[in-house]
């Protein structure tokens, strides 16, 4: 059973990284990856628990009805989760967004202060 | 056991390896573009899951980060002296935050908890189980409830009754039941989501805009 | 930020409307095939951030500006929210009160493709407006850039 869990462990272990680079690092670059880290991993672990084994000897099967009305009572019985698919797409946006307002201030801190080191600006205090 | 489950395992820890390079390295070029060898991990790891409209939206918005941040930090890259020393031990970050990811994932985990709140195993997800469908009905409406069982979980209601063969009671119409389920049955998500990104794009816009004030090197207005 | 080489601006006239037309593609047939308005309104915004890159800033002045990313952005919201509002013909706030049609065409499901077809102007414009305001204007120097001097020449 800790197999089948194996996954789970490995997506919060990204998770613990990603935090790890917020709280623990200077540079804002470095906060910037811990941030996007975090959203990946955030993602992953959703789309995690979604996934439904496939019978045996068939590959994973996607939630998109190809084969018109005959397939859709196939395709309930062996498809993966649908739900959080939908929420993480607009998930990975929305991480694009908030990565792009984080560089601006990122951008306009380094126009105030000439650095990206968060002690220096802490001294240099404006 | 199945071949997905080792390859998606050896997908994780190259991506648990890359994020761990792009934190610790000294260089920033070389840590933004880890954390882009990471993205195209995720990419394929949804890729393997039978998630295909998540694959490609990950593969072009990673490509925008990168092409982003490449050009924030490639001409500032002489910080290096910066990324060395951390604001707190190391040590004991790493500790508190392993404590906490243990306890989280042990209580999530353990087979003691509630039903509701235990994480499945992997590839048995919640709507595989069925639940008896009398108790689906709306509080005090018996007369109301389907027969048979149902899913345990609503993505298990929605591939069942997503799509009918009659127009009478038709679900949403769309064969991707994922755009189904994200503009029809939770459209509202969806509005909120807009919204946020609207946000997100109006706070750059006002970071960046050009201040009215001018900006010359005697003038400390700004301050 | 100037443009880049000659080889790179001819390639740029070929690719850029195949990546636009593919970005239209999959906001359009979001309903059928993977994708949708999220997934395509990146792609847009990949290909016109691909435009401004190779012809420099000059062009992202004249004619891909600032105002018209503005405006696409705010367009595709209101067609967004008026599908939602018109819901309210269907009964309560956001019913999909299109008739189905048969599985699988291209006008079938309803609002959807309508709906989708907001989100991905919306998105497509945002983000390529935000791209703008990241990487393309070039900053004016302030007090900032004179104390990045200073650092380098003591540290």
Redesign the interface.
């Known amino acids: 059973m800790t197999l089948a869990m194996l996954p789970f462990m490995l997506a919060f272990l990204l998770l613990v990284a990603g935090l790890y680079a917020i709280v623990a690092k200077r540079n804002l670059i470095k906060v910037i990856v811990g941030i996007l880290v975090l959203d990946y991993a955030a993602n992953l672990l959703l789309v995690l628990m979604g996934y439904r084994t496939p019978p045996v000897g068939k590959a994973p099967v996607a939630p998109i009805l190809t084969g018109g009305w005959a397939q859709a009572e196939e395709l309930a019985a062996s498809a993966v989760d649908p739900v959080p698919q939908a929420l993480i797409l607009t998930s990975i946006v929305i991480g694009l967004s908030v990565t792009a307002l984080v560089v601006a201030l990122a951008v306009r801190l380094y126009e105030k202060y000439g650095t990206f080191d968060t002690e220096l600006m802490r001294n240099l205090k404006g | ?2 071949p ?2 080792w390859i ?2 050896a997908l ?2 190259f ?2 390896i890359g ?2 390079i ?2 610790e390295t000294r260089d ?1 070029l070389s ?2 573009i880890c ?1 882009g060898a ?2 195209f991990g ?1 990419s394929l ?2 890729l ?7 694959a ?3 593969v ?2 990673e ?3 990168l ?3 490449v ?3 490639i001409t ?1 890259r ?2 290096t ?3 060395s ?4 031990p ?1 040590g004991v ?2 500790l508190a ?2 404590v906490m ?1 243990a306890v ?2 042990g209580v999530l ?1 353990s087979r003691e908890a509630d039903e509701d709140l235990r ?7 919640r ?2 189980r069925q639940v008896d469908a009398a108790a689906l009905a709306p509080a005090g409406r018996p007369d109301l409830a389907p027969a048979g069982t149902e899913p345990a ?4 209601a ?3 009754h997503g ?1 009918t ?1 009659d ?1 009478a009671s ?1 679900g ?13 049955y ?6 909120g ?2 919204t ?3 946000v ?2 109006i ?3 006002a ?4 201040v009215g004030r001018s ?1 010359h ?1 005697g003038n ?1 207005s ?2 | 930020m100037q443009g880049m080489s000659p080889i790179v601006k001819n390639i740029t006239r070929l690719v850029a409307g195949f990546i636009v037309l593919f970005g239209a593609y999959i906001v359009l047939y979001g309903h059928v095939t993977p994708g949708g308005g999220f997934t395509g309104g990146v792609i847009l915004a990949g290909g016109l951030a691909l435009v401004v890159l190779a012809f420099g800033e000059a062009f992202a002045r004249n004619v891909l500006t600032h105002e018209v990313a503005k405006v696409a952005d705010s367009m595709g919201a209101l067609l967004f929210l008026l599908v939602a509002v018109l819901g309210f013909a269907g009964g309560v706030f956001f019913t999909n009160f299109l008739p189905a049609g048969t599985l699988g065409h291209l006008v079938s499901a309803g609002t959807i493709p309508i709906a989708n077809l907001g989100i991905g102007i919306k998105v497509g414009a945002g983000l390529f407006g935000a791209f703008l305001a990241l990487a393309a204007f070039r900053r004016t120097t302030g007090a900032g850039q004179e104390r990045a001097d200073v650092l380098q020449s003591h540290s």
């Open positions: 056991m199945d997905i489950l998606l395992l994780l820890g991506m648990l994020s761990l792009a934190i920033l840590s933004v954390v990471v993205g995720t790891v949804f393997l899951l039978g998630a295909p409209d998540l490609i939206t990950q072009v918005v490509i925008l980060v092409v982003v941040l050009r924030v930090v500032r002489d910080e002296h910066a990324t020393r951390s604001t707190l190391v970050v790493l935050l392993g990811a989280v994932f985990a994480l499945a195993p992997f590839g048995r997800p709507m595989t979980s609503v993505g298990g929605y591939l069942k799509l063969a127009e038709r949403s119409g769309a064969a991707n039941y994922v755009m189904g389920v994200l503009l029809d939770r459209a509202y998500d969806t509005l989501e807009a946020v990104i609207f997100a794009v706070g750059a816009y970071v960046l805009r050009k900006r090197a400390e700004d301050r």
